[in-house]
């Protein structure tokens, strides 16, 4: 079993719907990050999470550190948000990431 | 500011032969990482830099690979014998230092196909 576990691994919305991610880790994290990959492979950093909640424009990120689970949504989507969204943990004092597999995100004009 | 750069953007190799990717991290980041990443999954961590010494290496696939920071900016990943497996996206990040949770910002990686 993957330590990063996310679902769905592809989404298809239409533009406009609310778009919900989710991400559960199996390990004790001391951050959760959620980056998001366009076709080509730049990877940005959208949230870096250890507690509660962060929003960013149409971004919202939250994590409940009990359930080991986070969701990431996108409120009113649009084509241009079409893309590979991905959670990754850092463990602990590691400095490195652990990823998920990612969830393919296309959003249909 | 200057983004992580990494060349070359893409490698086409036999199999058998020795690859170097290199990666510029941002200016004053002290920690430096290797992921790899197959088509259709998502990032696997290599190996990290803190400074100029190897802070963990355990995400070496085996001894054909090793990286180097000599001088803790500009890193080195060197593949030895590369096989057909090699192939895949080589992503360099950096950060401020790797302790205290400072975020990670990646570079566009080298795209490397061994034929």
């Known amino acids: 079993k993957n330590e990063v576990e996310q679902s769905p691994q592809n989404l298809t919305a239409q533009e406009g719907e609310f778009i919900t991610i989710n991400c559960s880790y199996s390990?004790?994290?001391?951050?959760l990050h959620w980056l998001q990959q366009h076709p080509g492979g730049g990877i940005v950093s959208l949230f870096m999470?250890?507690?509660g909640k962060k929003k960013h424009g149409r971004l919202i990120a939250t994590i409940n550190i009990q359930e080991k689970h986070s969701s990431l949504h996108i409120t009113a989507s649009h084509p241009r948000d079409s893309a590979v969204y991905i959670c990754?943990?850092?463990?602990?004092?590691?400095?490195?990431?652990?990823f998920g597999k990612g969830t393919k995100l296309s959003v249909k004009p | 500011g200057a983004g992580v750069s990494q060349t070359p953007s893409n490698k086409v190799t036999e199999k058998g032969k020795y690859v170097e990717l290199r990666c510029d991290p941002i200016?004053?980041?002290?920690?430096l990482y290797w992921y790899r990443q197959s088509l259709g999954q998502g990032p696997e961590f290599l190996i990290y830099f803190q400074g100029t010494g190897a802070a963990d290496d355990s995400g070496l696939p085996n001894d054909r690979f090793f990286a180097v920071r000599p001088e803790g900016s500009v890193s080195t990943l060197k593949i030895q014998r590369t096989e057909r497996g090699d192939s895949a996206v080589y992503l360099c990040?950096?950060?401020?230092?790797?302790?205290?949770?400072?975020?990670?910002?990646f570079g566009p990686g080298t795209r490397l196909t061994v034929t």
């Open positions: 200016s004053g980041h002290t920690a």
């Open positions: 990754a943990v850092r463990r602990g004092s590691q400095g490195n990431l652990i």
């Open positions: 390990v004790g994290i001391s951050a």
């Open positions: 999470l250890s507690s």
């Open positions: 990040a950096s950060s401020l230092t790797s302790s205290g949770g400072y975020e990670q910002y």
